[in-house]
């Protein structure tokens, strides 16, 4: 006598059914899949419509939209850069000061009528010096990556003040100008820049051997040298990547204002983590990447932009950085301990 395996308690009997609660579940898992990867797209197209539809003759126009984006292309290469680090898991909290020392030496070169030949070797100098420092202390001597670049971010900041003898300078003409400020396609030069460099480490993060051992150092070091890498040497390059990086972007920095600021660098701390931290819940949700990061500039810019049209105060934006800050820390946390 022939009998049916027994139904398992409860499981639905009916075979539509069963294909209903499937096709359920396959929704959901997608959902879940594809609305943590692209919930940072969402959350930018709510801001924009949002804004669209309540300031249509301020926010809704080309200008406005050119503004934003130009505004935003010193803070996209910085916050580039900081994920080159934090991609192994240290910290480069030093590089907004890179940039200004950086920004404060092609001053006075400029100023003095040297070439700009001159400007660009003594940047990459500059880089190059600082990253090794860096790197050399954190990797080799041990000290917290944290609290090294910190303190180097302090230093370089009196360096840059030293460099300008205290002062102001707003008088550069000429080429300088024309490294940021040419457009082409009615786009500057230095929005170009960061769209280029977006476009270098998307390739280098997502299709190159090198982007998967950063990712294998940051997840594990130690899994990473038993699985032959050169850890070390490795995470001395990210300093040292980061730091030319930004040194470049202090020479677009002072070629877009016509001079420095040596007091400037702290304003350039905050945004560019925040974005950096924002871009990795996107796309490859608890990754540092470059695409990302661009998504999380363009997200953190239109809601500033949205919110000063409304009127609201000056504070609202360290508010909102600061705030997108927190809550991308906290949702990478909640992603690296569901893993």
Known sequence: MVTSAPQEAGAPSDPLERDGEDRGRRW??????????????FVLAAFIATFAIWLPDKFWTEANFRAMVNSQAIVLLLALAATIVLRTGDFDLSIASVMTLT???????????????????????????????????????????????????????GAAIAVTNSRQI???????????????LDFP???????????VLWYVYERTPVGR???????????ARLAGLNVDAI???TFLASSIVAALTGIVLAGFLGGIDPNIGPGFLLQPFAAAFLGA?????????????????????????????????????????GGALVLAVMFARLVGRRR
């Open 28 to 41: 959901a898992d997608a959902l879940a899949r594809y609305g943590g990867r692209y919930a940072l797209l």
């Open 103 to 157: 920004a404060a030496t092609a001053s006075v070169i400029v100023e003095d009528g040297r070439s700009l030949g001159l400007v660009l070797v003594v940047a990459i100098a500059v880089g190059v010096v600082v990253g090794l420092i860096n790197g050399f202390l954190i990797v080799k001597i041990g000290v917290s990556s944290f609290i090294t670049t910190l303190g180097m971010m302090t230093a370089l900041t």
């Open 170 to 184: 707003y008088n550069l003409e000429g080429p300088m100008l024309a490294i940021a400020r040419h457009k082409i």
């Open 189 to 199: 030069l230095r929005t170009w820049y960061g769209w280029l460099l977006v476009l």
């Open 213 to 223: 051992y950063l990712l294998f150092i940051g997840g594990s070091r130690d899994a």
């Open 235 to 237: 995470r001395i390059g």
């Open 281 to 321: 819940t996107a796309l490859h949700v608890g990754r540092f990447n470059a695409v990302g990061t661009l998504i999380a500039i363009y997200l953190l810019v239109v809601g500033i932009t949205g919110l000063t049209l409304l009127g609201a105060e000056r504070w609202v934006n360290e508010v909102f950085n």
